[in-house]
């Protein structure tokens, strides 16, 4: 973004950074907290720096931005009634960053429900994506005398339900691959059994 302070005006451009350092630390858990409970975690900080200049076209102003960002997700899978799974998942991203662009806080939460049926060679299962609307996206840009507030308030379609079907073909066990030998074990039996 680009603006113009006598006239008023802003105009969207892209142009390249001298510099970009990304510094991150991130941790993630995947356990089995019961035996119809699965648990996978994942949370990261990175900290975001965009050295570059900015010109109007008549002064060039250096710009240094420096976001610290915290990102996380977390999903349970349970297993319940022999026949049916479900899941409940959200993720959180405190402030992301593309270049001039820093957003607001934002996250969704999900659901799916699915149950085996036709002796668990087939599954039904319906899913909720962004169930409170969380995902829409704001943001503001500020450097040299650019001092701007990007709103979206644009209600897209965010929240949505799916069903689906899947079925298993073939067989349900298969048995073991045979243990292949390669054609250098096959040459060293060779060897042995003429010594």
């Known amino acids: 973004m680009k603006q113009n302070t006598e006239k008023r005006t802003t105009f969207q451009t892209k142009e390249n950074f001298s510099r970009l350092q990304q510094f991150g630390l991130s941790v993630s858990l995947n356990k089995q907290l019961v035996k119809w409970w699965n648990l996978n975690v994942y949370a990261g900080v ?10 109007d076209g008549a002064a060039n102003t250096p710009v240094h ?11 349970n899978s349970f297993t319940f009634a022999d026949t049916w799974t479900g ?13 001039l662009l820093i ?12 149950k085996s049926v036709m002796n668990k060679k087939a599954t039904i299962k319906f899913g909720v994506r962004d169930i409170f609307r969380t995902t829409n996206f704001s ?20 929240r949505v339900f799916n069903i689906s ?3 298993k073909f073939g067989k349900n066990s298969i048995a073991p691959a ?8 096959e040459e060293q ?6 010594s």
């Not at 899941?87 to 593309?98: I, M, R, T, V």
């Not at 045979?178 to 074990?185: D, H």
């Not at 039996?189 to 003429?194: L, N």
Request: aromatic fraction near 12%; avoid cysteine.
């Open 178 to 185: 045979r243990r292949r030998n390669s054609g250098a074990n």
């Open 46 to 55: 990175f900290s975001n720096q965009y050295d570059g200049m900015y010109t």
């Open 65 to 75: 931005i420096a976001v610290t960002n915290f990102d996380g997700n977390l999903t």
């Open 87 to 99: 899941e409940l998942s959200g993720w959180f991203n405190s402030n992301p960053s593309e270049g």
């Open 103 to 114: 957003g607001r806080p934002m996250g969704a939460v999900n659901a799916a429900l699915a």
């Open 139 to 158: 943001g503001y840009s500020r450097y040299a005398d650019v001092d701007l507030d990007i709103t979206n308030n644009r209600r897209r379609d965010n």
């Open 189 to 194: 039996s060779r060897v042995k059994s003429g």
């Open 165 to 167: 079907f899947t079925y």
